[in-house]
């Protein structure tokens, strides 16, 4: 039911009908006349309430942390057109890091009929596990991995290790890692990230982890790779005009223009 100020059981006594037969009308059951349906739904309107028009519409929900990355709206974008040649819709909420508003979002569209969900989570553990599995609908994290919920992802730690191995073979003399995710208990792909750093590096005694903007110097030479764990990383790096090769890692369009 959507937004109706009044009960099915207060609707029934209106109509002088049974709650049966508005739940009937409602749900464009059968076992009731045009007639009547027509009369309950007509009625029902007049309290405020919304009909599906379209039973048959296809949706997924799509839940990403904000859209301040290019690699999110990216996403959005790729989502949106791999459902729509299947027939499906699009129906995009953003959690801004909120662990709680993510449930909230995951709630709604649920309670709106989606089909599935594809979930960028903030949340782990087991108590959100235990909640996404009472719901009766496919979901795929995407991202971020949570356990129990099938993931679709990169191989974070390979690709950061190799793109680790190939920045060293430049003979930097310095290495930063800048990760502000890394303060983030439940950011699984950043991780896994961070693991391939630290195994690239491996035997290279000069680098540091940085997760602050402000604790990256204006003083290093020339001979310095700031590897950072996302492309947006990279590009606040960029306009803090450190002097430093800085490398990024989601190979957005943006960063490009900046060589």
Same mark, same amino acid.
């Given at each position: 039911m959507r937004s109706m100020k009044i009960s099915t059981a207060q609707l029934a006594r209106i109509c002088g009908v049974s709650q049966g037969t508005v739940d009937r009308a409602l749900n464009n059951r059968n076992g009731i006349s045009d007639k009547t349906k027509k009369m309950i739904i007509d009625t029902a309107i007049s309290y405020g309430y919304r009909p599906t028009l379209d039973k048959n519409i296809k949706q997924v929900g799509v839940i990403v942390f904000n859209l301040n990355n290019e690699y999110l709206t990216s996403l959005i974008t790729e989502i949106e057109f791999a459902l729509r040649?299947?027939? +499906?819709?699009?129906?995009?909420?953003? %959690?801004? +890091?909120? *662990?709680? +508003?993510?449930?909230?979002?995951? !709630? *709604?569209? $649920? %309670?709106?009929?989606?089909?599935?969900?594809?979930?960028?989570?903030? &949340?782990? =553990?087991? *108590?959100?596990?235990?909640?996404?599995?009472?719901?009766?609908?496919?979901?795929?994290?995407? =991202? &971020? !991995?949570?356990? =129990?919920?099938? $993931?679709?992802?990169?191989?974070? $730690?390979?690709?950061? *290790?190799?793109?680790?191995? %190939?920045?060293?073979?430049?003979a930097y003399d310095n290495v930063v890692y800048f990760s502000p995710a890394l303060k983030y208990s439940d950011a699984y792909a950043q991780k896994m990230r961070f693991e391939g750093f630290m195994a690239g590096i491996r035997g290279f005694k000069n680098y540091s982890v940085v997760t602050e903007l402000e604790q990256l110097s204006q003083n290093y030479t020339n001979k310095t790779a700031i590897i950072c764990s996302t492309d947006y990383y990279a590009l606040k790096v960029h306009f803090k005009n450190i002097r430093a090769d800085v490398y990024g890692f989601d190979n957005i369009k943006m960063l490009k223009e900046f060589g």
């Open positions: 040649k299947i027939g +499906y819709t699009a129906t995009v909420m953003l %959690s801004h +890091y909120d *662990k709680e +508003y993510e449930i909230e979002c995951i !709630k *709604k569209l $649920y %309670s709106s009929g989606v089909d599935g969900i594809i979930l960028c989570s903030v &949340n782990s =553990g087991d *108590k959100f596990e235990s909640f996404v599995s009472t719901l009766n609908i496919p979901i795929v994290c995407v =991202g &971020n !991995k949570v356990e =129990g919920i099938p $993931y679709v992802g990169i191989d974070d $730690y390979a690709a950061m *290790k190799e793109m680790t191995e %190939s920045v060293l073979k430049k």
